[in-house]
């Protein structure tokens, strides 16, 4: 198998390439939803500085390693789904460059010349022929 053959078939070059390529979505959205993030981190911080006390006194240190396993499991779970999204992504963004790349390297077909030539009329009214049509 080729290099290119291996790397069309593998995974994680596809996560990589669905992964860059929603980095790139992410970062064109970015210059709009600073302005309006920052206000709501303000007023969610005032919001819930008071609620912080109380869930410190409802929390107890036995429940805490079941949560963490279950917090884990869900993550892990969400990162493969993820990752397959990902994936995904990639597997389109590289056969969308690949057809893009094929149309752009893909030769013009060139007109049909023909190299025959018509025979020579000489002065007597005779046709002499051409060395292209005499080798048939």
Do not use: C, W
């Not at 790139?24 to 920052?38: A, N, S």
């Not at 949560?67 to 969400?78: L, S």
């Not at 590289?94 to 893009?100: F, G, I, K, P």
């Amino acid at each position: 198998m080729t290099l290119a053959s291996n790397l069309r078939e593998n995974k994680a070059v596809y996560t990589v390439a669905g992964a860059g390529d929603f980095a790139v979505e992410k970062l064109r959205e970015v210059p709009g939803q600073v302005d309006r993030y920052r206000e709501q981190v303000r007023e969610t911080v005032d919001r819930y500085r008071g609620e912080v006390s109380r869930y410190q006194q409802r929390v107890e240190a036995k429940d805490l390693p079941g949560a963490a396993v279950a917090y884990a499991t869900h993550f892990g779970t969400r990162a493969v789904e993820f990752i397959d999204e990902l994936s995904e992504r990639g597997r389109k963004v590289v056969n969308r460059e690949a057809v893009q790349v094929a149309e752009a390297t893909e030769p013009e077909p060139k007109p049909v010349t023909r190299t025959r030539t018509a025979p020579q009329r000489r002065a007597n009214g005779t046709a002499r022929q051409s060395r292209t049509t005499a080798k048939k």
